[in-house]
């Protein structure tokens, strides 16, 4: 966005339609125009890319020279502009009907009719009836092959915005311009179409389009919508502004915002297309209580309401603190998930309240946590285009964090370096300068290595590290055996890559590590965090742009749900629920004593079940029947409990263990905040009301906690919905690095990175500046991390390591994306195991196969996918399908800190399945 002149340096002076104006220096004409409130017409132009330059609808006359398209002409210091003029409109009106010529004027049949910028640039020139045509002859003219992303190309105006957008924005570039004049038209790939092209189905080119030549079925079969929702994707962790169109109560489509401040105007196929599932015909529409026969009998909310009030009320006080405990949802707001946890804490006296953190990135927060003084990343995604290098390790974010994902490789593809550590040929593995494929399971040796090299090397900066953190001599000494010689054995990396990696890393001016499930799921999780936390804090590479060390979070709201204390050892804000302060100000706010006992976290819940110290779970939003490791251990758990309640939108596997299941609602049907991975708070708001019989999840636990005779200050009277503000308001009085976060500031800024003090404060962006970290003595903290096996090695019974993650077009355990359009593309219709072809080859195994993939645990069965993308020796699965169970086959081994399993680490073996001879219930069962 330009800024006035008068603030910046370098500024030129130029006269606009007779108004002096002062603009900075390499300004384009087009934001000079629009600078002074003015605008001029375009077609082509879009300020989410590169100017183009190839509609000239945008023509201004330059003072003693020809008219310039002003979306890429830089302005002259001194020159004179005029954006309109009896030539400019006549030159605008000839441009309009040649392009009008060969373009359908059937406008009331077309669904782009009242916001199709053709026709506001006709109706603008004064075009009524054009004087030439030239019918188009595309053969055929509509492409309806792909399931939500229709083309016309008869409707085509040629202004390549889908191109670019796929291009610079999406950065896929699999769309192009074929033919020339009036036989123009976009392909996919080489006309192969969108799905064989590899489309990754974001829409952006849908987005994009000035016309209709690109359309989605919402708009073709519903119309234009009667209201338009801003709110923030309930999907991955980027935190995408979304633009919700509704007509008459029904989510038609889904846009990016393009004003969003984590997403710009970028969405993913998931955040724009698999909305569906908010109306899909199998939501919960009634409490269910379980019958002495296993069955389930639909219930009032009353009875429901009775029956839960007892249990709790009777274990509460039979069992006491240790005969209770919560599972919250990273998929609910900031406010329910405030509230889940202090009605474990207020109404059950108990620590015992975890969430999807634990499995996932606690080792994130705790190494952050401890070595910088705050369990968040340290850097904004928009840092990623002042990085010099880029280090990702264990991370997929092209597939599980698309629109991120999308930015790095923008960033790359403009000259930042990039070192990839998987063990997997990711898309931007491919795209790296350095590729370590590393074993899964060793991200410690390389890590170390690396620490090893800039310290052997004097690669590191001696006065940073003197003034800004402690435990150098320690780490130093813990790294003088870890050569890259003694990584290349354990991790199979060639040790010259791993010194050019970390030669690499310490030569930029500004890099940073960002990391996913790869490093927090992968054996010893915590000890990586703080290998990479030390590397970058003996660099210098802390507290600037560009620098840092980052997670990418997984869930749309893990960040939040840790943040307002859905955890067992802190409150929100991550005091510790032993510190005096932080238990006084709960004292005088919550007016009551919280409690003192050890909170279960979520693998400490399920031993306690079995071994019958935890009698009562209330789950609200997580299927762990199904998402969590080693299955079979975590059914037997939810079994053994004498009540159990679910709260949800669908049937799952751990409903169905219930006692009583309550329907909750979808994120399109409340109120609230998400905080991203970046820190970024931002509002949820109501699109829709919720599905009748359905009650918003928040409410639900207001209602329990008021029935209990506790009033949890969460509402503005008996009987009434939560009030979201007010609980924000309570959460930000308990938090000191939220104490300037409000609904007020949200709605008037659009979002606030916390740290953010007061009312006063902006909110932080990059944290740690100049090296000062959050700890009490503003030091990091280097931390020696000793090399360990992982919980599980292959071995001659289960040679093949599984490693497993997400894919593009699912999420989690696919209960919302399964229930879509998104489902009928052809790679997101099942699970399929990926195994490169000389494993294969020896193992007799063709692409199509039905293999048989075993641990120690049990056995399922899928579809063999042969490719290059898994290296030999490594296997990869994702765990969206609950046909195939894939976390049944994952064991119980977990970081020695925080409790986080290795989902990332299973020796397997394969058996090519004789499908002719095999029972049929045995193709898509486990058993164990």
């Known amino acids: 966005m330009i800024q006035k002149a008068d603030t910046v340096p370098n500024a030129v002076d130029i006269t606009l339609d007779g108004q002096h104006v002062r603009v900075p220096e390499g300004s384009t004409l087009l934001s000079a125009i629009r600078l002074i409130g003015k605008d001029v017409p375009t077609l082509c132009y879009s300020d989410r890319m590169e100017p183009y330059g190839a509609c000239r609808t945008c023509l201004v006359e330059h003072e003693g020279r020809k008219p310039v398209a002003a979306c890429h002409t830089p302005v002259t210091d001194g020159a004179s502009y005029k954006t309109s003029s009896p030539l400019l409109t006549r030159l605008r009106k000839n441009i309009t009907e040649l392009i009008v010529s060969d373009h359908p004027l059937e406008c009331l049949d077309c669904t782009a009719n009242g916001r199709c910028e053709l026709q506001m640039l006709a109706q603008n020139v004064g075009l009524r009836t054009p004087r030439y045509e030239h019918p188009r002859t595309h053969n055929p003219p509509m492409d309806n092959s792909h399931p939500f992303i229709k083309l016309e190309m008869d409707k085509c105006i040629g202004c390549a915005r889908c191109v670019r957008a796929c291009d610079e924005v999406q950065g896929s570039f699999i769309l192009g311009m074929s033919g020339r004049g009036y036989d123009v038209q976009v392909i996919a790939g080489n006309d192969t179409g969108f799905e064989e092209a590899n489309c990754v189905s974001c829409g952006q080119c849908v987005f994009e389009c000035p016309v209709a030549a690109l359309e989605e079925p919402g708009t073709r079969e519903h119309g ?18 979304l633009d919700v169109n509704v007509k008459d109560g029904r989510v038609v489509n889904i846009e990016p915002n393009p004003q969003g401040s984590a997403n710009i105007g970028h969405a993913c196929v998931k955040g724009r297309f698999a909305h569906q599932f908010a109306h899909a015909a199998d939501r919960l529409t009634s409490p269910l209580i379980k019958q002495s026969d296993g069955s389930f009998k639909e219930a009032s909310w009353e009875e429901a309401f009775d029956l839960i009030t007892r249990k709790f009320s009777e274990i509460k006080e039979k069992h006491g603190p240790e005969g209770f405990a919560t599972i919250s949802s990273s998929r609910c707001t900031n406010e329910e998930n405030y509230l889940m946890q202090k009605f474990a804490r207020v109404v059950m006296n108990t620590n015992s309240v975890d969430n999807c953190s634990r499995v996932c990135h606690s080792p994130s927060a705790f190494g952050l946590g401890k070595a910088l003084g705050t369990g968040a990343g340290t850097n904004p995604f928009q840092d990623v285009f002042v990085s010099d290098v880029i280090v990702l390790v264990g991370a997929n974010p092209t597939e599980a964090h698309p629109v991120f994902g999308a ?12 070192i ?27 890590i170390n290595a690396m620490q090893h090299v800039l310290i052997e090397e004097n690669l590191i900066d001696p006065d940073f590290i003197a003034q800004h ?16 010689e003694w990584a290349s054995e354990i991790s199979g990396v060639d040790p010259d890559l791993i010194r050019q990696a970390a030669r690499t890393y310490a030569a930029a001016k500004a890099a940073q590590f960002l990391w996913g499930l790869g490093v927090t799921e992968a054996g010893h999780g915590s000890n990586t965090v703080f290998g990479m936390i030390n590397m970058a804090v003996m660099t210098g590479n802390i507290g600037r742009p560009g620098t840092g060390t980052s ?8 960040q939040g749900a840790s943040d307002v204390g859905a955890l067992p050892n802190v409150f929100s804000d991550y005091r510790p629920v032993t510190d005096e302060q932080a238990r006084a100000d709960h004292r005088r706010i919550w007016g009551i004593e919280p409690p003192t ?21 209330y ?7 199904q998402s969590d490791p080693n299955t079979s251990h975590v059914v037997g758990a939810l079994e053994s409990l004498d009540f159990l309640v679910v709260q949800e939108i669908f049937m799952n596997p751990t409903a169905e263990l219930a006692d009583v299941v309550l329907p909750g609602t979808t994120f399109l049907e409340k109120d609230g905040t998400f905080v991203n991975s970046d820190r970024r708070v931002q509002r949820v708001r109501q699109a829709i009301e919720p599905l009748t019989g359905a009650m918003v999840d928040g409410d639900i636990v207001n209602t329990i906690a008021r029935r209990m005779g506790v009033d949890l200050q969460a509402d503005d009277g008996v009987g009434t919905p939560i009030n979201p503000a007010k609980i924000m308001d309570e959460i930000a009085a308990l938090s000191p690095k939220w104490g300037g976060v409000s609904y007020e500031r949200l709605e008037k800024h659009g979002f606030l990175q916390w740290p953010c003090y007061d009312a006063d404060h902006p909110g932080t962006d990059v944290v740690h500046a100049g090296g000062v970290t959050l700890r009490p003595d503003g030091k990091a903290k280097l931390t020696p991390t000793p090399w360990q096996e992982p919980g599980e090695l292959p071995d001659d019974e289960y040679p093949i390591m599984l490693t497993t993650g997400r ?34 080859r020896k193992l007799g195994i063709a692409h199509g196969d039905l293999v048989n993939v075993t641990s120690r645990r049990g056995s399922v069965a899928v579809r063999a996918e042969v490719t290059k993308a898994t290296n030999k020796g490594t296997v990869f699965m994702t765990f969206h399908f609950p046909e195939s169970r894939t976390n049944l086959l994952i064991g119980d081994a977990c970081d020695e800190y925080t409790g986080c399993p290795e989902y990332k680490v299973c020796a397997v073996r394969l058996e090519k399945v004789n499908e002719a001879a095999a029972e049929p219930s045995s193709l898509a069962t486990a058993t164990t």
């Open 224 to 241: 234009l919508p009667d209201s338009q929702v801003t709110t923030t994707c309930s999907y991955c962790g980027v935190g995408c502004s």
């Open 407 to 418: 930015r790095i490789k923008q960033a790359v593809l403009k000259g930042c370096k990039l």
């Open 619 to 625: 789950i609200l939003a997580e299927d762990v029947a």
């Open 420 to 446: 990839v550590l998987d063990p997997r040929n990711t898309e931007l593995a491919k795209l790296a300068d350095l590729h370590l494929p590393l074993r899964p399971g060793s991200n410690v040796s390389v």
């Open 551 to 558: 997670p990418i979070r997984g869930q749309n709201n893990v």
């Open 597 to 617: 006992n050890t909170g279960l976290r979520i693998p400490d819940m399920f031993n306690a079940s079995h071994e019958g110290t935890l009698k009562c779970m």
């Open 469 to 484: 953190s402690d435990g150098f001599d320690e780490v130093k000494a813990e790294m003088a055996t870890c050569t890259p």
């Open 807 to 840: 894919q593009l077009f699912h999420y989690n355990v696919g209960t919302m994306t399964r229930r879509t359009d998104v489902s009928k593309l052809v790679k997101a219709k099942e699970e399929t195991l990926r195994i490169h072809p000389g494993d294969a």
